[in-house]
């Protein structure tokens, strides 16, 4: 399932806090994204028809809850990324990185202990 930008703005709301209601998600992101309450909605609707949300009545509204995990979106989204730009190599993002940007010595720390972690366990 592919989730767009915008609706993993909708996503990420849910994922700090949820069933929130219609009216909660739009007061959670519309303003700060510059969105109608109409936009909020459809974006709503499109995760409801993706089955990527929940929608449980609660009187006379709905509450909405995630059905992906987070977790499980990121890697999802982070291995399309890597196959999209990087021919499915992680060593070519870092390389990528490492010409492109300044990486702090603390970046540099933190793939080091990686690096180390991940030849222990093998």
Do not use: C
């Amino acid at each position: 399932m592919r989730v767009s930008g915008a609706e993993s703005v909708i996503m990420e709301a849910l994922w700090k806090r949820h069933p929130l209601s219609a009216d909660d998600i739009v007061s959670d992101v519309a303003k700060e994204q510059g969105w109608t309450e109409a936009t909020v909605k459809t974006l709503i609707n499109r995760l409801l028809t993706k089955d990527a949300i929940t929608a449980e009545r609660d009187g006379r509204r709905y509450l909405y809850s995630p059905k992906i995990v987070r977790a499980d979106y990121v890697s999802e989204e982070s291995r399309n990324l890597i196959d999209r730009l990087f021919d499915g190599r992680l060593s070519s993002l870092v390389t990528h990185f490492s010409e492109r940007e300044q990486l702090s010595a603390d970046d540099i720390a933190e793939l080091k202990r990686l690096i180390g972690e991940l030849d222990n366990e093998r």
